[in-house]
């Protein structure tokens, strides 16, 4: 299957930098849990590459591959020595959802933060925003509230978010929030339960009389556990938490 595929080829790849900064590009590929079994062995990523592998708590009993590029090049090059390495085989389940995402800087809350808490990481929640056609400022507008509430209650939320350009229809985006433990959920209530309502971008929660907005922008939230059996990532990623990314048979 495919991700038994990628984590026995990802130590042969090379790239040019270790990850620094949230990846610019991600392929996300969703797969139905029932129809997902666990790979044979993990491998090494390759430099500036990571496969991060997520089991759903909340939501549909999916299982998502979430993996990084450093440029739409680099994604044609990663599938091309992909196929070349094993021709002929099956790389995705037929029951499989593949998004293609690139970041968005400025709307995304600490992202070099989020990434460095991704190292120490057990698990993630994912916003999933749908907006209208022509509300990108008032979706703008609601991360920039996102981000004050955040502060107000002064709770460590740093996020990536990432605008799905091929796999979802226009106006997708995700936020993803890596947390060390569901306990900052807890803390988040215990500080303020108002204004931890508003930090999780809830539309209804920022503006309960505008009725507009609402319409315009749908929201969603899903928590995910991190699994290092289906993940992947490189010793330097994994280098502040071995036992858990690395963990001995």
Same mark, same amino acid.
């Not at 991600?26 to 496969?51: E, K, M, N, W, Y």
């Not at 010793?235 to 963990?247: H, L, Q, T, V, Y």
């Given at each position: 299957?495919?991700?038994?595929?990628?984590?026995?080829?990802?130590?042969?790849?090379? *790239?040019?930098?270790?990850?620094?900064?949230?990846?610019?590009?991600?392929?996300?590929?969703?797969?139905?849990?029932?129809?997902?079994?666990?790979?044979?062995?993990?491998?090494?990523?390759?430099?500036?590459?990571?496969?991060?592998?997520?089991?759903? $708590?909340?939501?549909?009993?999916? *299982?998502?591959?979430?993996?990084?590029?450093?440029?739409?090049?680099?994604?044609?090059?990663?599938? /091309?020595?992909?196929?070349?390495?094993?021709?002929?085989? %099956?790389?995705?389940?037929?029951?499989?959802?593949?998004? $293609?995402?690139?970041?968005?800087?400025?709307?995304?809350?600490?992202?070099?933060?989020?990434?460095?808490?991704?190292?120490?990481?057990?698990?993630?929640?994912?916003?999933?925003?749908?907006?209208?056609?022509?509300?990108?400022?008032?979706?703008? !507008?609601?991360?920039?509230?996102? %981000?004050?509430?955040?502060?107000? $209650? /002064?709770?460590?939320?740093?996020?990536?978010?990432?605008?799905?350009?091929?796999? &979802?229809?226009?106006? *997708?985006?995700?936020?993803?929030?890596?947390?060390?433990?569901?306990?900052?959920?807890?803390?988040?209530?215990?500080?303020?339960? &108002?204004?931890?309502?508003?930090?999780?971008?809830?539309?209804?929660?920022?503006?309960?009389?505008?009725?507009?907005?609402?319409? !315009? $922008?749908?929201?969603? /939230?899903?928590?995910?556990?991190?699994?290092?059996?289906?993940?992947?990532?490189?010793?330097?990623?994994?280098?502040?938490?071995?036992?858990?990314? %690395?963990?001995?048979?």
């Amino acid at each position: 299957m495919r991700i038994a595929l990628l984590l026995s080829f990802l130590p042969i790849l090379a *790239t040019a930098q270790t990850l620094v900064h949230p990846p610019p590009l991600i392929r996300l590929i969703q797969t139905p849990s029932a129809g997902f079994d666990l790979p044979a062995h993990r491998g090494d990523a390759a430099v500036g590459i990571l496969l991060i592998g997520m089991t759903a $708590i909340t939501g549909s009993v999916d *299982t998502w591959e979430l993996e990084t590029h450093s440029s739409f090049a680099g994604l044609e090059q990663f599938d /091309n020595d992909l196929l070349a390495l094993r021709p002929g085989e %099956k790389t995705r389940g037929d029951q499989s959802r593949t998004l $293609i995402a690139f970041h968005r800087q400025w709307w995304s809350y600490r992202p070099g933060e989020a990434l460095e808490a991704l190292r120490k990481s057990r698990y993630m929640q994912v916003s999933i925003y749908r907006i209208a056609s022509g509300s990108e400022m008032e979706f703008a !507008e609601l991360l920039r509230a996102r %981000k004050a509430a955040l502060d107000s $209650i /002064n709770i460590d939320r740093p996020d990536m978010v990432y605008q799905v350009i091929s796999g &979802a229809p226009s106006g *997708t985006f995700l936020v993803f929030s890596p947390l060390v433990s569901l306990k900052l959920l807890d803390d988040g209530v215990n500080r303020s339960a &108002a204004a931890y309502l508003r930090s999780t971008g809830s539309p209804s929660a920022r503006a309960s009389n505008n009725a507009a907005l609402q319409s !315009e $922008i749908s929201h969603e /939230n899903l928590l995910f556990r991190i699994d290092p059996r289906i993940s992947s990532v490189s010793s330097e990623f994994a280098g502040s938490d071995p036992d858990f990314w %690395k963990p001995k048979k």
